[in-house]
Structure formats: structure tokens, C-alpha cells
């Protein structure tokens, strides 16, 4: 013959039963959550551009090029969604205006997060630019980085660009 553990139950456990599921109170719904933290490298030649992350209509590309006779390495935004926004190097936050947004369209040059970039033929470098960034849909999809957790370098690594470092993914 078994025994019986519990012969009842008090209001107070059965309370703390039916909430067992949630966290601080709230239900699972209540929270985003973080689904990826990706750590990365990535080399590129002149004029590659790779994605690096991408979800709910928002993406991070890596891209190597030249402007103003400058090698470049620059961490780009990029959406797919009308209404994005996006804090970095250039910045779109929201306002009342379609151009205070983030859009398809934006302009490339427009789209920075995080960059270096040096005289081209410069011996080889590798810094962090010390800022950081997001890229977020309207649905609350979220892509960020943090420029103190990247090095960003030109002719290092037998690449003329390379990057490395971590993005989060959080989706809603």
C-alpha cells in the first residue's frame, strides 16, 4: 500500500500552483525574448558585402569598400519593413514623418551601425569604432550590436576586411 504525500491542499499552494507558470507573476507573453546571441568573424575582399543576422524584416550586413580614397569596413542595416528604426552611426527614431524612420529604401550610406576605415594602402589596422547600434522592426524585432564588443580591421587576418564580434537577435 503507497503512501499518500499530500492529504490537500491549502489555498495559498494552490495559488502558488496555477501561477507556477509565470514568471514574476506575468504570464510567458509578458516578455520578449532573446532566441540568439550569434558570435562571429567574417572576412571579406574589396566590394563584399555578407549578411550577418537577419529577422522580422530587419537584417546586419558586413560590407568592405572604398570612399574618398578610404578602405572601409561598416556594419549596415538593412529592412524590408516600412517604419524601421535604427540608432548607430546614422540614426532614425521614430517621429512623425516617414523620413524620421528607417525605410526599404533608405540610402545605403544612411544605413551605418558601426565602421573603420583607413587611407587605402595603410599598413594593417584593426580598431573598434566605440559606439554601438540597433536595428528594430515595428513588430519590436531587434538586431544589435555593441561597438566595444567588435573589431573591425583592413588588411588583417589575409582579408582586406574583417570583422568580429556578437549581435543579438530578440523577437517578440
Known amino acids: 500500500m503507497g503512501r499518500r504525500l499530500f492529504a490537500g491542499t491549502s489555498s495559498g499552494t494552490a495559488t502558488k500552483a496555477a ?3 509565470k ?4 504570464a510567458p507573453s509578458a516578455y520578449v525574448m532573446m532566441s540568439r546571441h550569434r558570435s562571429l568573424a567574417v572576412k571579406l575582399a574589396m566590394g ?3 549578411e550577418l543576422a537577419a529577422a522580422g524584416g530587419v537584417a546586419i550586413d558586413a560590407k568592405c569598400d572604398q ?3 578610404r578602405d572601409r569596413i561598416r556594419l549596415i542595416a538593412r ?3 516600412a517604419n524601421a528604426f535604427l540608432d548607430g552611426d546614422s540614426d ?3 517621429g512623425t514623418l516617414v523620413s524620421d524612420f528607417l525605410q526599404p529604401g533608405t540610402p545605403e550610406e544612411d ?3 558601426i565602421y573603420e576605415s583607413q587611407s587605402t594602402g595603410t599598413d594593417p589596422w584593426v580598431d573598434n569604432d566605440i559606439d554601438e547600434g540597433f536595428v528594430m522592426a515595428p513588430n519590436g524585432t531587434l538586431l544589435t550590436v555593441t561597438g566595444e564588443g567588435w573589431a573591425l580591421g583592413l588588411n588583417v587576418a589575409g582579408a582586406k576586411c574583417y570583422a568580429a564580434g556578437t549581435i543579438d537577435v530578440i523577437t517578440p
Open 19 to 21: 501561477d507556477a507558470d
Open 23 to 26: 514568471l514574476g507573476g506575468q
Open 48 to 50: 563584399e558585402t555578407r
Open 67 to 69: 570612399s574618398a580614397g
Open 79 to 81: 529592412t524590408s519593413v
Open 92 to 94: 532614425y527614431n521614430g
Open 111 to 113: 544605413r551605418t551601425l
